[in-house]
C-alpha cells in the first residue's frame, strides 16, 4: 500500500555533508506523517526528523538541530534530509517512516510509532 524507498548514504569525514532522499508512493492518505529515524547496533531507535508531508511543519531532535534540515517536495512525493558538519556520532542505519496521522498523536513528531518504514540507508561518518 506504500513504499518507501531510501537514497543517498554513503561514506563522509567528520565535518562532511550528506543528502539523504525518501521516495515515496502509495495512497498518500496513509503517508501524512513522515520522519527519519537512526540506529546503531545495541541502541535504541532515536527519531532524527519529522515532517507533516502536507502541511510542512517540521521539527528536528537536539541532537542534529543547527546541523540536519528536513524538507519535502510535495510534487515528487519526495522526502529530503540534508546533513551538514557530520560527526562520527552521526554514523547510523537511517530509516525513513510514515503513517496516516489518523491513529492519534501529533504530527511532526519524533516517537517511533510509525506504521510504514523503509529499509533504511547506512550513513557512516570517519573521525
Known amino acids: 500500500q506504500v513504499q518507501l524507498v531510501e537514497s543517498g548514504g554513503g561514506s563522509v569525514q567528520a565535518g562532511g555533508s550528506l543528502r539523504l532522499s525518501c521516495a515515496a508512493s502509495g495512497n498518500r492518505l496513509l503517508r501524512v506523517c513522515m520522519g527519519w529515524f537512526r540506529q546503531v547496533p545495541g541502541k535504541e531507535r532515536e527519531g532524527v526528523a519529522s515532517i507533516n508531508f502536507q502541511g510542512g511543519a517540521a521539527t528536528l531532535a537536539d541532537s542534529v538541530k543547527g546541523r540536519f534540515t528536513v524538507s519535502r517536495d510535495f510534487a515528487k512525493n519526495m522526502l529530503s534530509l540534508e546533513m551538514t558538519n557530520l560527526k562520527p556520532e552521526d554514523t547510523a542505519m537511517y530509516y525513513c517512516?510514515?503513517?496516516?496521522?489518523?491513529?492519534?498523536?501529533?504530527?511532526?513528531?519524533?516517537?517511533?510509532?510509525?506504521?510504514?518504514w523503509g529499509q533504511g540507508t547506512q550513513v557512516t561518518v570517519s573521525s
Open positions: 517512516a510514515a503513517d496516516s496521522g489518523a491513529r492519534g498523536g501529533y504530527c511532526p513528531r519524533l516517537t517511533s510509532d510509525f506504521e510504514y
